[in-house]
């Protein structure tokens, strides 16, 4: 089953604007990942946030985290053509959890960012 | 320095039949994860090999069993093939038992007819 719910399904922009994907989860977490997916092959790893971190920055990505909402957001700034791919939320669950020691994916995002 | 390997990249199979995909870990990791990836949705766990024990496992049927093997590639077998298996399987690896920044191969692409 899916732990994460990933918000909206698509989106569509157009190259230099900002990009915004939330995700949200049900369970406790021990830490929330992103990743990046092309052309339905191999998920690329792009930033982790640990359950007791809020915000986090990597390049023109920003991850930030709401454990109390039990929700994260991830935004890519400035957004090129090559961004475009689907983006995943994953969840890994707190030590004794049903979750722990798996990962577990959202349905993910859709983006396409037009040049 | 080789990325996370998998093989085949395609691989066409009927119903009741059996199949074994392969994955070889990136360069110093030595768990394994395998996820099954149907059309559209997010990748889900199956199982979890290191030090050649499965050590978590996903909603999945005994149908779907693995190995590890002590170069710490692995190996995916199901058996008794359904329709409802084709997906895309993919291989991540790790170092340790930590699921952090998990490295994916490109996958395998099974289709059952």
């Known amino acids: 089953s899916q732990q994460g719910e990933e918000d909206p399904q698509a989106l569509s922009i157009q190259e230099g604007e900002n990009a915004t994907m939330n995700c949200s989860y049900k369970?406790?977490?021990?830490?929330l990942q992103w990743y990046r997916q092309n052309s339905g092959r191999g998920l690329v790893h792009l930033i982790l946030i640990r359950s007791n971190e809020r915000e986090k920055h990597s390049g023109r990505l920003r991850v930030t985290l709401d454990t109390s909402k039990k929700s994260s957001s991830l935004l890519i700034t400035a957004s090129r053509a090559a961004d475009t791919a689907s983006y995943f939320c994953?969840?890994?669950?707190?030590?004794?959890?049903?979750?722990?020691?798996?990962?577990?994916f959202g349905q993910g995002t859709i983006l396409t960012v037009h040049p | 320095d080789a990325g996370v390997t998998q093989s085949p990249t395609h691989l066409i199979k009927t119903r009741g039949q059996q199949v074994t995909l392969r994955c070889s870990p990136k360069?110093?990791?030595?768990?394994v994860s395998w996820y099954q990836q149907a059309l559209g949705q997010g990748p889900q766990f199956i199982f979890q090999?290191?030090?050649?024990?499965?050590?978590q496992r996903g909603n999945f049927p005994d149908r779907f069993s693995g190995h590890q093997f002590p170069n710490y590639s692995s190996e995916l077998n199901v058996n008794a093939l359904l329709l409802g298996d084709s997906a895309l399987y993919l291989c991540?690896?790790?170092?340790?038992?930590?699921?952090?920044?998990?490295?994916f191969g490109s996958g395998t692409q099974l289709s059952v007819l």
């Open positions: 991540a690896s790790g170092r340790g038992a930590t699921n952090e920044k998990l490295f």
């Open positions: 994953a969840t890994e669950g707190g030590a004794g959890g049903t979750s722990y020691g798996k990962l577990t």
């Open positions: 090999y290191y030090e050649e024990e499965e050590r």
């Open positions: 369970t406790s977490i021990n830490n």
């Open positions: 360069s110093g990791h030595d768990t």
